[in-house]
Every structure is written in structure tokens, then in C-alpha cells.
């Protein structure tokens, strides 16, 4: 059974860092790929940065420059640093898995994600 555990997150000022970690276990994670995506309250679930098997990274405007993807297969372990964070950054963080490549690049079809952590950036 896949399962996936996000930690990390947490409350910070804007231009703040934070790193999201996720575990992952019941997949064979160097062959999956990997993404988060957010949800802030009222709005609608945004997927913006992707990784695949390869370690090809992908990201959406919204984080671009900002935030970094990358991915340790040796401990099967997906990681989220964001940085300059601004207050419309606040949302709860999912990490995402997919074992059908076709779909790496769109987050939002991914076919496991775990419960979320809660990134709030004050101004």
C-alpha cells in the first residue's frame, strides 16, 4: 500500500524558507513520479512542481525561481525548499506519487497523495 508522509511545514514571515520533506513507502519510488501540490482554504487545489523518474524537474509560474523539487531514491524521500515565501504561499502542502509516466507533468492526476502539512507565511 502506498503511503505518503509530508513533515516540514509550519508557520514562517514573508521572505522566509522552509523545506517539506515526504516519505514515501509501498512503492518502488525511483520509478514513480513525484510532485506537490497545495490547497489553500476556499480555493481550488494547485499542482506546481513535478519530478520524474529521471529527476527532470517541473514547476508552475506561481513557484518558479522559488521553490525547489528534488527527490533522494536512496531513502525514498521527496523534498519541497521554498523560498522568498509570501503570504499568498499559505495553503496545506500534499505530496503526490504516479506510476504512469503520461501523467507526470499534471499533478493534479496523480493517483496517491498524502494527509498535508500546513505552510501559513505572515506579512
Known amino acids: 500500500q502506498v503511503q505518503l508522509v509530508e513533515s516540514g511545514g509550519g508557520s514562517v514571515q514573508a521572505g522566509g524558507s522552509l523545506r517539506l520533506s515526504c516519505a514515501a513507502s509501498?512503492?518502488?519510488?525511483?520509478?514513480?513520479?513525484m510532485g506537490w501540490f497545495r490547497q489553500a482554504p476556499g480555493k481550488a487545489r494547485e499542482g506546481f512542481a513535478s519530478?520524474?523518474?529521471?529527476?527532470?524537474?517541473s514547476y508552475a509560474d506561481i513557484v518558479k525561481g522559488r521553490f525547489t523539487i528534488s527527490r533522494d531514491n536512496a531513502e525514498n524521500t521527496l523534498y519541497l525548499q521554498m523560498n522568498s515565501l509570501k503570504p499568498e504561499d499559505t495553503a496545506i502542502y500534499y505530496c503526490?506519487?504516479?506510476?504512469?509516466?503520461?501523467?507526470?507533468?499534471?499533478?493534479?492526476?496523480?493517483?496517491?497523495w498524502g494527509h498535508g502539512t500546513q505552510v501559513t507565511v505572515s506579512s
Open positions: 519530478i520524474d523518474s529521471d529527476g527532470r524537474a
Open positions: 509501498g512503492l518502488t519510488y525511483s520509478n514513480w513520479c
Open positions: 503526490a506519487a504516479e506510476a504512469r509516466p503520461k501523467y507526470c507533468y499534471e499533478i493534479l492526476k496523480y493517483a496517491f
